[in-house]
């Protein structure tokens, strides 16, 4: 942060932005988690309550991490790349659940991970570059994803 206090109205909308993109993706995917209820899991699928409380603080986590990004003193255009890296990471967690739980493309939404995986990598190296704090509230993010790769590509193995 630039001058050490707390821009409230910035660390509010940082922290909504990625709260709502997962909001409406679950809301347009709801109807598919009736069906993942249903379908064979691998081994560690935890219930289904998991996934929301999880993303919410994954999302809260990110919102966090771009405030301290985009609050920093780094130069405007580092900022630039690190929130665009962002952006597309965020997009394509919204477009995960669509994939999955709307289409029904198993293998595709693994692909789909893999992707969204080193898009958010990339975010986390340049939020880390600069600001050490932001780089590490993005890990529990990674970690999820890694754990959601292998539950996706269990139920597409399994079902």
Same mark, same amino acid.
């Given at each position: 942060m630039?001058?050490?206090?707390?821009k409230w109205k910035e660390l509010v909308i940082c922290i909504a932005a990625p709260?709502? #993109?997962g909001a409406l993706a679950g809301v347009l995917s709801r109807g598919g988690m009736e069906d993942?209820?249903?379908? !064979?899991?691998?081994?560690?699928?935890?219930?289904?309550? #998991?996934?929301?409380? #999880?993303?919410?603080?994954?999302y809260v986590l990110m919102g966090? /991490?771009? !405030?301290? #990004?985009?609050t920093s003193t780094a130069s405007p255009e580092r900022i630039r790349r690190a929130m665009t890296s962002y952006v597309l990471q965020l997009a394509a967690n919204f477009v995960?659940?669509?994939i999955f739980f709307l289409l029904g493309? !198993?293998?595709i939404a693994f692909l789909w991970l893999i992707l969204l995986f080193a898009l958010a990598l990339v975010c986390a190296l340049r939020f880390g570059y600069i600001d050490a704090r932001a780089g590490k509230l993005m890990a529990p993010y990674?970690?999820?994803?890694?754990? /959601? /790769?292998y539950?996706?590509?269990g139920v597409y193995l399994l079902n």
């Open positions: 630039k001058s050490g206090k707390i709260l709502l #993109v993942y209820k249903t379908m !064979y899991k691998p081994l560690l699928a935890p219930p289904g309550w #998991v996934f929301p409380v #999880v993303w919410t603080i994954l966090l /991490a771009s !405030y301290l #990004v985009y995960w659940p669509l493309a !198993y293998l990674l970690l999820w994803l890694f754990f /959601a /790769a539950l996706n590509l």
